[in-house]
Nanobody, 127 residues
Framework: QVQLVESGGGSVQAGGSLRLSCAAF????????MGWFRQAPGKEREGVAI???????SYADSVKGRFTISQDNAKNTLYLQMNSLKSEDTAMYYC?????????????????????WGQGIQVTVSS
């Protein structure tokens, strides 16, 4: 049974930073694609940052240059470093993963691509 457990969320003022962590249990970071999604109240879940099995990364335009995704294979942990946070970054953030082979580039940031999800963690940015 694959489990993803997020941590590191909280409240911060605009311009501040937070680092989210996602600990994975039940498998190792091989041949899988993992990433971060977020969902604000009344909005659809959107892809934020993805790291593929070959280490390549993809970001939503809204976070490019501010967020960085990384992983520590030895610790089975995924990270999201969030800098220069804005009020519009306020949302529930979810860790997600998909296995079973390469993900088409066009589907990397699509929530429907992923079959494993964490429980989510709140990030609140006040202006």
């Amino acid at each position: 049974q694959v489990q993803l457990v997020e941590s590191g969320g909280g409240s911060v003022q605009a311009g501040g930073s937070l680092r989210l962590s996602c600990a994975a249990f039940g498998y190792t970071y091989t041949n899988i694609c993992m990433g971060w999604f977020r969902q604000a109240p009344g909005k659809e879940r959107e892809g934020v940052a993805i790291i593929d099995s070959d280490g390549s990364t993809s970001y939503a335009d809204s976070v490019k240059g501010r967020f960085t995704i990384s992983q520590d294979n030895a610790k089975n942990t995924l990270y999201l470093q969030m800098n220069s946070l804005k009020s519009e970054d306020t949302a529930m953030y979810y860790c997600a993963a998909v296995d079973g082979g390469p993900v088409p580039l066009s589907q990397l940031l699509a929530a429907g691509t992923y079959n494993y999800w964490g429980q989510g963690i709140q990030v609140t940015v006040s202006s």
